[in-house]
Each structure stands twice: as structure tokens, then as C-alpha cells.
């Protein structure tokens, strides 16, 4: 059982154990963050994983999802990047 909240119901079922390991590896590629930007991104880092691996054409509801979660995964990393203290000085 994932331990994050899928707040969006349809692709909460597709929001799997594996798929949200993978997530959190993607994630954690990206730098350290908080617990907090590090679970919202990894949130919306398997709503992506999941829209990717399910897309049927360019217009069906995944791509749709796929481009809102790809924008909002971008705002939060480049806030979270902002709000992170520079490791090296």
C-alpha cells in the first residue's frame, strides 16, 4: 500500500507501491528537500508515471492529466529548489 494520499480519485488506483518508489527515485535524483516538497513531488511525479504508462493517444484523459501534473511537478520543484539552503555554501 502506497504511503502517500492520491488525492485525484482516478488515478489514485494506478498510484501502486512500485510506481511510487520509482517517483520517490526520480524525486530524490533532483536533490534533498523537505519531507514535505519531497512527498508533493513525489506525488506528482507518479500522477506523471502513471499518465505516461497509460496513455492511449495524444487527446485521450492521461495526456490531458499528463500535461497538468507535468506543469504543477515543475512549479513545486523549482519553489522547492528556491526554499532549499544550498548544500555547498
Same mark, same amino acid.
Given at each position: 500500500m502506497p =504511503?502517500? %494520499? %492520491? /488525492? *485525484? #480519485? %482516478?488515478?489514485?488506483? $494506478?498510484c501502486d507501491d512500485e510506481r511510487e518508489a520509482r517517483a520517490f527515485s526520480d524525486v530524490d535524483g533532483y536533490g534533498d528537500f523537505s519531507v514535505d516538497y519531497r512527498d508533493t513531488l #513525489? =506525488? $506528482? =511525479?507518479?500522477y506523471v508515471l502513471a499518465c505516461l504508462e497509460n496513455q492511449g493517444d495524444s487527446e485521450d484523459l492521461f495526456a490531458i492529466k499528463l500535461e497538468n501534473y507535468r506543469r504543477e511537478f515543475e512549479r513545486v520543484l523549482v519553489q522547492a529548489k528556491s526554499?532549499? /539552503?544550498?548544500? *555547498?555554501?
Open positions: =504511503r502517500l %494520499y %492520491y /488525492p *485525484d #480519485a %482516478y488515478l489514485q488506483k $494506478f #513525489a =506525488r $506528482f =511525479r507518479c526554499e532549499t /539552503p544550498d548544500l *555547498d555554501g
